[in-house]
């Protein structure tokens, strides 16, 4: 897609996109559990396509229609020789490297963009020490098991998705198996996601105030029918966009959701605006005249950053978003591109080693903007076009796709 100025800004009903998160999961157990599971509200960006194509490779069926996803599992996960593509996702990576590890056959994983750059020492040392290897080789990754039960010794501040993985292949192991966790475990939420999700599928596990895992071996996913919940980290985008002004209502988010990313609501509340829910279970976002400035640590809510800073960029004080530095290792520097862009559009935001520092100012002034093919810069500059004086124009609009490849549609018009 060429360039893309933002003209029309969303209004009406927004119908929140299925939750990423939860679709990866989903889609990881269905295809790991014997007999023929259903998945609703499956999501289609770049990121699910990459974790369905890895496990068809890996011995599962999958069939789609409308939304809805067919999926015959398979109980013996073994890649047949292919190579397995997870894109630019990092969750599809860090999920299925241990799962791959369950076979003694080699398998190897390639990805796009930044992908290989972000860290697997966690999996390097502690897959010697089960029986598997994990070697860096030609611009991807080559494993191969078997992986042996005991016990797993995992930094907690790294990536909780080296959790997660191993949850999912644990216990598929003939014996029972334990993750020691070493640091206080940042992103507790996302494990929350996983164990929600594996009981779901019939998986006992046990959590020790997420420092220390219990996993029994020997066990089975069982087939089901699953819905997946709409996502916060994408409706943060338009829940932002109703607290600078736009007229929104948003449906399709669960208030008992296990998603941290929920505490956009918070957020929000905190900066002045009004919260209320619709007899349709959407939330309306009234904005107050003047929004006020906060402090918000993102270590557990990483992907809530970009809106937060728009939000932050033209709220009354001087805002801190704080233990950030994770986010320097996602798709692009995320606190180098989002200090950039926002003050390419008339923001004063400062850069910290791991914390952004955000003077607000009443309106910002518009640009161009580069998206640094990130799908969340480019949403946060559309957000932030809402408070432009001027047009917003981002080098790179088709990059949403990674994540929500509805984004335009209902960022310029709204759905039901």
Request: proline share 6%.
């Amino acid at each position: 897609m060429p360039p893309k100025t933002v003209t029309r800004f969303p209004s009406g009903v927004i119908t929140a996109p299925p939750s990423k998160s939860l679709s990866h999961r989903a889609v990881i157990c269905a295809a790991l559990a014997g007999g023929r599971s259903v998945i609703e509200n499956l999501g289609s960006s770049l990121d699910i396509q990459a974790t369905v194509g890895c496990m068809t490779a890996l011995g599962a069926g999958f069939s789609f229609v409308n939304g809805r996803a067919a999926v015959q599992g398979t109980v013996s996960p073994e890649c047949d020789g292919q190579t397995l593509d997870c894109g630019e996702s990092g969750s599809t990576l860090r999920f299925l490297l241990p799962i791959a590890a369950l076979s003694g056959r080699p398998t190897r994983f390639t990805g796009q963009g930044r992908l290989m750059e972000r860290p697997m020492g966690p999996y390097l040392d502690t897959f010697v020490a089960h029986g598997a290897s994990l070697v860096a080789e030609g611009g991807g990754l080559a494993v191969q098991g078997p992986l042996t039960a005991g016990t797993y010794v995992l930094p907690g501040d790294v990536s909780s998705q080296f959790v997660s993985g191993l949850l999912f292949a644990l216990p598929l192991l003939g014996a029972d198996s334990e993750i020691v966790v070493q640091s206080r475990l940042e992103s507790a939420s996302y494990v929350d996601l996983t164990l929600s999700c594996l009981r779901d599928f019939g998986i006992e596990l046990g959590n020790e105030d997420y420092t220390r895992f219990t996993v029994r071996g020997g066990q089975r996913y069982q087939a089901r029918e699953y819905r997946v919940e709409g996502d916060y980290s994408q409706a943060a985008f338009f829940l932002v966009a109703a607290a600078l002004g736009a007229r929104l209502e948003v449906r399709g988010l669960r208030s008992d959701s296990l998603q941290g990313d929920r505490k956009i609501l918070e957020l929000i509340e905190n900066a002045g605006a009004t919260l209320s829910t619709t007899p349709e279970g959407g939330v309306v976002v009234v904005p107050p005249p003047v929004l006020r400035a906060q402090r918000v640590d993102v270590s557990d809510i990483p992907d809530l950053l970009p809106p937060l800073a728009v939000l932050m960029a033209v709220s009354e004080g001087v805002s801190e978003i704080t233990n950030a530095a994770r986010l320097r290792l996602k798709e692009c520097d995320r606190l180098a591109a989002v200090t950039r862009e926002l003050n390419a559009l008339g923001a004063k935001v400062s850069e910290r080693e791991s914390a952004l520092r955000i003077t607000g100012v009443p309106e910002l002034s518009g640009g161009s903007v580069r998206a640094w093919g990130d799908h969340r810069i480019a949403m946060m500059a559309a957000v932030a076009a809402i408070r432009c004086l001027g047009p917003v124009r981002i080098d790179d609009p088709d990059c949403v796709a990674k994540s929500y490849p509805g984004f335009w549609k209902d960022f310029e018009g709204g759905s039901v």
